[in-house]
């Protein structure tokens, strides 16, 4: 904008407006400040773009991940139960598919003792007349560790004051006192099942009346055939690589255990893949769609990473095995690829188009070869590979852009501080210089009134001038001579 005072108007008075005129001057050398900060703008907006872009590549680097591994899960295996409510069971990789039969004849019990009622938890248990008594507790049956209790009147002589003692050892055992309508019991249970667990009191000399020991018993289970007791109700080592969980006992009835591959697990893993796959795709896809209104494409589509890194992902996603009973690609896996480059997992086989469920069922073991393999020639090695690359900290793809995008932003940030460093210091000084231009103004017409007069005494003429601002445009002014 141009700056232009009007002659006239500056005689008056009334002066300048400072604010105004500085505004003015600046904003003329201020020119590029509002180009610079539209790009910084820019910048910043498409390095929200370029990380989210590099968040859905790292998810789909980590989806890849879990399909190559090795003992991953497309190398997961369940086992299920015919009779979940006897038996249930888990499976690790170094189990091997197949059934067994399994007789769950008893239980792992806890070792329980307790004594006949008193009248409360707070009488003595001691003999008339005793000050001390003994009782000896046995943990882990006959062969098992023995622990001696002596009673001393006044300290552990009562049902409560024998249960704090004993929960205060580390015996593997608690105490407690259970008060009913018949009186207050000591109660003692062991932290351990199964023979480990077995409770005893092998020597009393007070007044408190064991009854005989509850529990403290081994599993008793037949496995294909096999005795085998347990002292726990989680059975390890039995089968190989299977963990069996008993729930209850029954005798008379024989549960199958089938040991295969996990295909839910295998299911949620592809699953996740495509998903995964899905969301980068489309994300980039975007940047490439024009938006009705503007006319215009997204902020990213003139990075050429983003066609180089598309080209790399439709390279990894149509690669093919060779043999592998058929199963050489995604399509022959029941996932099929949609016009614009995303994935769609079959839920129902036709000749054409197999459904995921259906190769899971048939042929485990090559949808787990397609995907991964000790040679590394897989699916999922070959594509882990170049994700590996494509998400490196430092030379991945979108790593590069978004590194770049900051220095220009860092660059781009000191030029506009250094201009508006540069604006700020000519604003004080125009600031200044121009104050002063608008005070000699303002008192223009008073320093005119004064020469004016003066002048007029010098003509002999004394008559008093007016020194009222008119706003007039003043004459073409005429030398005076005396």
Do not use: C
């Amino acid at each position: 904008m141009a700056i232009s005072f009007n002659a006239a108007g500056l005689l008056n008075g009334n002066g300048i407006d400072v604010n105004s005129v500085v505004n003015a001057i600046l904003n003329q050398q201020a020119g590029p400040l509002s180009i610079w900060q539209n790009e910084q703008t820019d910048l910043s907006t498409e390095a929200g773009l370029l990380s989210g872009l590099n968040n859905n590549l790292t998810n789909l680097a980590a989806s890849v991940q879990s399909l190559a591994d090795l003992n991953g899960p497309l190398a997961s295996l369940s086992a299920t139960s015919s009779q979940p409510s006897i038996l249930t069971a888990s499976a690790q990789t170094t189990a091997a598919s197949g059934t067994h039969q399994i007789v769950v004849s008893s239980l792992a019990t806890t070792g329980t003792i307790y004594t006949n009622p008193l009248t409360d938890g707070n009488t003595s248990f001691l003999p008339s007349g005793a000050n001390t008594g003994d009782i000896t507790l046995q943990v882990g049956g006959s062969s098992g560790v023995t622990h001696d209790i002596t009673i001393t009147a006044g300290s552990n002589d009562t049902l409560n004051t024998l249960a704090s003692y004993i929960n205060a050892q580390d015996w593997g055992v608690s105490a407690s006192v259970v008060t009913d309508a018949s009186g207050a019991r000591l109660a003692l249970y062991s932290q351990s099942s199964g023979t480990p667990g077995a409770l005893a009191i092998t020597n009393n000399t007070t007044n408190l009346a064991f009854n005989a020991p509850v529990g403290g018993t081994n599993a008793s289970l037949t496995i294909d055939g096999v005795p085998y007791s347990s002292a726990t109700n989680t059975v390890t080592g039995a089968i190989s690589g299977v963990t069996l969980n008993l729930a209850s006992a029954s005798p008379g009835t024989t549960v199958q255990i089938t040991v295969g591959p996990d295909a839910t697990q295998a299911t949620a893993a592809i699953n996740s893949f495509v998903s995964a796959y899905n969301t980068l795709i489309n994300n980039l896809n975007g940047q490439y769609i024009v938006n009705t209104g503007s006319n215009k494409q997204g902020l990213l589509a003139p990075d050429s990473a983003l066609r180089s890194l598309q080209s790399s992902l439709l390279s990894d996603v149509t690669y093919s095995l060779t043999g592998n009973s058929g199963l050489v690609n995604l399509a022959s896996l029941g996932i099929d690829m949609n016009n614009d480059g995303t994935l769609t997992v079959n839920q129902a086989s036709t000749d054409a188009h197999p459904s995921l469920s259906n190769v899971l069922a048939t042929n485990p073991s090559a949808v787990q070869s397609f995907f991964h393999n000790v040679s590394g020639t897989g699916f999922a090695d070959r594509f882990k590979s170049d994700l590996t690359n494509l998400t490196d900290s430092t030379n991945g793809i979108l790593n590069v852009d978004i590194a770049g995008n900051l220095a220009q932003q860092k660059a781009l940030g000191t030029q506009i501080t250094n201009l508006q460093d540069r604006l700020l210091a000519q604003q004080k000084l125009l600031n200044t210089l121009y104050s002063q231009v608008n005070a000699t103004l303002q008192a223009y017409p008073s320093l005119l009134a004064t020469v004016t007069a003066v002048i007029g005494a010098l003509n002999g003429n004394y008559s008093t001038t007016s020194t009222t601002s008119t706003n007039t445009t003043p004459a073409t002014g005429t030398s005076t001579t005396g």
